[in-house]
């Protein structure tokens, strides 16, 4: 009879206490007693100080043996290795190995880190090796892992791997494959708060391209954009070229001026202007003819100043053509100083307008000259010297009236 068979523990559920059964408290001490001999044997130690049997109460068990001695009579025991020494702050898990040795797993201390590989402190899970030879204690972030993106902090909170978007420092975790996030209708994305968002090229010298497609009926929409409260010379515009590619664009570039006018870059606004700076530069002239309607409307030349057409060298024709109903006014004309070299002006069969001189306007003949010294036409009967002012042809003088008479009077010869 086995000594083992003295005890039977019996599980019963959880709200139950167990309960130990003693069959025979006097059989027991029988079999103790005949059985003295045996349990004291040095060299063959007893059953008892070999191992321990647990039943489960269906006349099953399970054998715990200590490791150092097993037994070939016990097919499949637990083998219980030494413990390690008891140390303030530390403690071990158990497992089983291939052999059936129950063994103390690698220390777990609530004292701070850093740790040797595969201790364990707070937070830390307990998982199997790599190698599948043994466990270790090991921090979530390290059965956590993130890429295309992501990254993992495992600081903040000890013991917590949380997962983050991004990293703290550039060149981690980069985005290695094509991704997508796709929304319904009803759904939108939104990063709000105080900070900022940069969209870079690493070092400003790798590429990135960038696509924002809102669709045909989609908007893209940018409020609160503050104004350029001091415009430069170098401020540029965004563009979008053939192929939707944003560009920047510089002002000037957008604007340009011909036929008569120019274009100034000087500041931060391009400004066209009319004409050029100076006569001659010739920047802009007119390369082909330019109308303006005035559409019922009067356009005006007004100021101090003055009113200049051509050159004096080039050709420059003017017409001004008032309509047949039309007129040209000329106020604030001022009166000539009569001078011996002014001169009219005329409209020719071609209604140019030319310039003639008195005496071209006026002529005298048959005993009459012209006197234009003074500036004024003065048409005189003779001429100041013989022979000039000859009458070629006869000349009559009619009296009409009751008493009309020619006089000639005065000093002189007749």
Not at 46 to 71: C, F, I, K, W
Not at 113 to 134: E, K, S
Not at 272 to 278: E, P
Request: charged residues 10%; without cysteine.
């Amino acid at each position: 009879m086995s000594v083992t068979n003295l005890f039977s523990f019996q599980s019963l559920t959880h709200t139950s206490m167990k309960r130990i059964t003693f069959f025979s408290a006097i059989t027991t001490l029988v079999v103790v007693a005949f059985a003295g001999s045996a349990f004291a044997q040095a060299t063959a130690p007893s059953l008892v100080t070999q191992q321990l049997r647990l039943s489960s109460g269906a006349n099953t068990y399970v054998n715990l043996r200590a490791g150092s001695n097993p037994t070939a009579t016990d097919a499949n025991p637990y083998f219980l290795d030494a413990p390690p020494t008891p140390t303030a702050g530390e403690g071990y898990a158990l497992w089983l190995d291939p052999t059936n040795h129950i063994r103390t797993s690698i220390k777990f201390t609530s004292a701070a880190g850093p740790y040797a590989a595969g201790v364990g402190g707070p937070g830390y899970l307990y998982r199997v090796n790599a190698a599948g030879t043994g466990t270790e204690w090991v921090l979530p972030s390290d059965i956590t892992s993130a890429n295309e993106g992501l990254s993992i902090d495992s600081v903040t909170s000890p013991g917590t791997a949380i997962v983050q978007l991004g990293y703290t420092a550039t060149g981690h975790n980069p985005i290695t494959n094509t991704r997508f996030v796709t929304m319904n209708a009803a759904s939108s994305l939104t990063f709000d708060g105080e900070g900022a968002f940069n969209v870079t090229a690493t070092g400003g010298t790798s590429t990135m391209n960038m696509t924002f497609d809102p669709g045909t009926a989609g908007t893209i929409t940018m409020p609160n954009i503050d104004p350029n409260a001091t415009p430069l010379a170098t401020d540029r515009l965004l563009i979008l070229n053939g192929t939707n590619t944003v560009l920047t664009r510089a002002l000037t570039s957008l604007v340009d001026a011909n036929n008569g006018l120019t274009l100034d870059v000087g500041g931060a606004v391009p400004t066209v202007q009319l004409g050029d700076s100076a006569t001659g530069i010739g920047q802009h002239p007119l390369n082909q003819d330019r109308y303006v309607t005035l559409g019922s409307h009067n356009l005006h030349f007004q100021g101090a100043g003055g009113f200049l057409i051509g050159d004096g060298t080039a050709q420059t024709d003017v017409t001004v053509d008032p309509g047949a109903a039309g007129f040209i006014t000329l106020n604030e004309i001022d009166a000539a100083t009569v001078a011996p070299s002014d001169r009219m002006l005329i409209l020719d069969n071609a209604n140019h307008v030319l310039t003639r001189n008195l005496t071209s306007l006026i002529q005298a003949n048959e005993g009459t000259t012209i006197d234009s010294s003074t500036g004024t036409a003065i048409v005189q009967l003779g001429h100041t010297t013989d022979g000039n002012s000859q009458i070629t042809t006869n000349r009559f003088i009619q009296f009409t009236g009751a008493t009309p008479s020619l006089t000639w009077d005065g000093t002189g010869k007749y």
